[in-house]
């Protein structure tokens, strides 16, 4: 009568032991094929990070090469603009013999340098004033004085501040037509006209 309750008892101590040493079954060991995939997939991850590196470089090269060429093309457009302002603003304006009046025809050339002047408010010029080889020194470069500050009095009067213009006289000592004729005299008898600041980056009017 005691056989059985004692080997119900070994048979329950068995079925614990087994219990507590964490008896089942075990998960199967990862699959080759599995091993695969996933190397697969970090190779397709890495490839689209690189794909993803190389396209954002190759933009951004795009657009430095785009800044370098707006920046020359603006700078070449200055300085054409500047080009073309500096050559109006240097036209020289001519006088009759042993006169200091502004021309019609060179008034249409003064109210040029009138607007240059008004739409670049830094800039200053010096206006020089020449004279043809006839008469004493004394007299060509009071003659030559008479004929700078007439053309300043044209601009000032047009509202160009006074300060920004310089007025000089050479007489006959810089001819520019080496003659003695009235063709020479008539090209010698002139004003000059030069930039003395403010002509780097110049704005047409």
Same mark, same amino acid.
């Given at each position: ?35 695969? =995939?996933?190397?697969? *997939? ?11 590196? *190389?396209? *954002? ?142 002509? =780097? ?5």
């Amino acid at each position: 009568m005691r056989r059985l309750p004692l080997l119900v008892l070994v048979g329950l101590t068995a079925a614990a032991a087994a219990v507590g040493c964490g008896g089942g079954t075990p998960p199967p060991p990862p699959t080759p094929e599995s091993n695969l =995939d996933s190397i697969a *997939e970090a190779e397709r991850a890495e490839a689209e990070r690189r794909a993803r590196e *190389e396209a *954002e470089r190759r933009a951004r090269e795009e657009a430095e090469r785009l800044a370098r060429q707006r920046l020359a093309d603006s700078l070449a457009a200055a300085g054409r603009t500047t080009e073309a302002v500096g050559t109006l603003l240097a036209t020289t304006i001519h006088f009759d013999f042993d006169k200091a009046n502004i021309r019609p025809d060179d008034a249409a050339v003064l109210d040029q340098k009138v607007a240059i002047l008004q739409a670049n408010p830094n800039l200053r010029i010096r206006i020089a004033g020449h004279c043809d080889e006839r008469g004493s020194d004394e007299y060509n470069l009071a003659l030559g004085n008479r004929r700078a500050t007439s053309a300043k009095q044209y601009l000032v009067s047009h509202g160009v501040d006074p300060s920004r213009i310089e007025t000089a006289s050479y007489g006959e000592e810089r001819p520019i037509a080496p003659g003695h004729d009235e063709d020479s005299w008539a090209r010698n008898r002139r004003d000059e006209f030069e930039t003395t600041f403010g002509g =780097d980056n110049l704005r047409q009017p």
